[in-house]
């Protein structure tokens, strides 16, 4: 008997090229899930709320597999920092993380073929360096992290930002934390090395 089809619920590149890594087939297919955060929403319950209605949907769409969502949620104090989408708010949110704190929570669903769901919440901080106008220019010049809570590319020039990055995985700060989901799968009966 072969294993269910994997699913990434996503439509990000930066997941797609994560659950690469685990050389696995997967397919990605679009979840139609509304991401608007409610005034005053935790952080975390939003990502896990988010990560389980795309593999929910996911799921829905296609039953008998095994589904992956995931949401990242970034927030500096109470402020729920979202993708900047254009250079100036990038500018913006990158200076006002100059020196301080940023937290990433990062959830994972998985919804089994049998519709058994499979949860994990990261939690990974980020310490800023202070920054100057100039280098953050430039650093949002080169990179374009538009796309990106926060403003950055951890797996890019954005490394060059930080003082420290606590976390348990590295991978969850791109978006899809490899180390639970691996867990997870195996748990699942999928066969990884």
């Known amino acids: ?22 050389g696995l087939p997967f397919r990605t ?3 139609a899930v509304d991401e608007t955060a409610e005034p005053g929403a935790d952080p975390a319950r939003l ?5 389980e209605a795309k593999a929910r949907a996911g799921a829905a769409q296609a039953p008998g597999c095994i589904v992956i969502g995931s949401d990242q949620v970034a927030c500096r ?3 729920i920092l ?3 989408g254009d250079e100036a708010t990038a500018i913006a949110q990158l200076m006002a993380s100059s020196g301080r704190t940023v937290g990433f929570l990062t959830a994972l669903c998985v919804i089994a073929a049998d519709g058994s769901a499979h949860r994990y919440l990261d939690r990974t901080t980020v310490r800023f360096r202070e920054l100057a106008l ?22 890019g020039l954005g490394i060059s930002l930080f003082e420290a990055v606590e976390t348990e995985d590295p991978t ?5 934390p490899l180390i639970a989901l691996s867990r997870i799968l195996r748990e699942l009966g999928t066969p990884l090395p």
């Open 1 to 22: 008997m072969s294993s269910p089809d994997l699913i990434l619920a996503s439509t990000s590149r930066y997941r797609a090229s994560l659950l690469t890594r685990l």
């Open 47 to 51: 990502a896990q709320r988010l990560a």
């Open 82 to 84: 979202g993708q900047p």
């Open 172 to 176: 969850a700060l791109i978006g899809l």
């Open 134 to 155: 100039d280098e953050v220019e430039r650093y949002v010049e080169a990179e374009q992290a538009l796309d990106c809570a926060g403003a950055f590319k951890v797996e």
């Open 29 to 31: 297919l679009a979840p």
């Open 77 to 79: 104090d109470a402020v």
